[in-house]
């Protein structure tokens, strides 16, 4: 089957710091990418999509420019959070497309902002 | 409002046991219903995907029901085991990129 993987799986940095996570398809072409963030008990929310190659589309309440997408290739897109903060600890989860096709999700990062 | 509602929010059971959980959901439109499964710290797990015209899905001791008029669905564990230790995810698809996710249940087996 498809397998996305992330890196890294935990990450532990001070406020005011950048982290950057990466996505990548292993064994396909992710077209569209898509960045989830999940906090403890709750459902995974959509943050943004990003196409290969264009800008990405970020969901209403997700700022951009503190959560900067790059999807520079078909396999890999990274997601860097800017200047975090404690309430940006949380679990952050890719998933990735092969065209109209299903979605797979990677792994999952835990961000602890201390 | 697209949503996805899903019940019990937590279950315990002995190993050796059947469960069911139930997700009921009102998104629209409605492509198709996929049950996940997510261990603790790990993404989600596709168990089973199913569209507007199939009733029932099985995978290994996980089955999966649809009822696209009523618009629930179900997940059945059977015998179930310690390793199904997980959070159960129902997410709708409404035909594009976009998932409405369930909140999950949390199903805990114990020996």
């Known amino acids: 089957g498809a397998v996305v993987s992330q890196h890294p799986s935990w990450v532990i940095c001070k406020s005011g710091t950048s982290v950057k996570i990466e996505c990548r398809s292993l064994?396909?072409?992710?077209?569209?990418m898509f960045w989830y963030r999940q906090f403890p008990k709750q459902s995974l929310m959509l943050m943004a999509t990003s196409n290969e190659g264009s800008k990405a589309t970020y969901e209403q309440g997700v700022e951009k420019d503190k959560f900067l997408i790059n999807h520079a290739s078909l396999t890999l897109s990274t997601l860097t959070v800017t200047s975090a903060h404690p309430e940006d600890s949380s679990f952050y989860i890719c998933?990735?497309?092969?065209?109209?096709?299903?979605?797979?999700f990677g792994p999952g990062t835990r961000l602890t902002v201390l | 409002k697209n949503q996805v509602e899903q019940s019990p929010q937590s279950l315990i059971i002995l190993e050796g046991k059947n469960c069911t959980l139930q997700?009921?959901?009102?998104?629209?439109?409605?492509?198709?219903l996929r049950w996940y499964k997510q261990d603790t710290g790990r993404g989600p797990v596709s168990l089973t995907i199913m569209t507007f015209s199939e009733n029932t899905k099985s995978n290994g001791r996980y089955t999966a029901t649809l009822d696209a008029d009523t618009k629930q669905s179900s997940l059945h564990i059977t015998a179930s085991q310690l390793s199904d230790s997980a959070s159960y995810i129902c997410?709708?698809?409404?035909?594009?990129?976009?998932?409405?996710f369930g909140a999950g249940t949390t199903v805990t087996v114990r020996a």
């Open positions: 064994d396909f072409q992710a077209t569209t």
């Open positions: 997700c009921n959901y009102t998104v629209s439109p409605f492509s198709n």
């Open positions: 997410v709708v698809s409404m035909g594009d990129y976009k998932l409405s």
């Open positions: 998933s990735a497309r092969p065209g109209a096709g299903e979605q797979f």
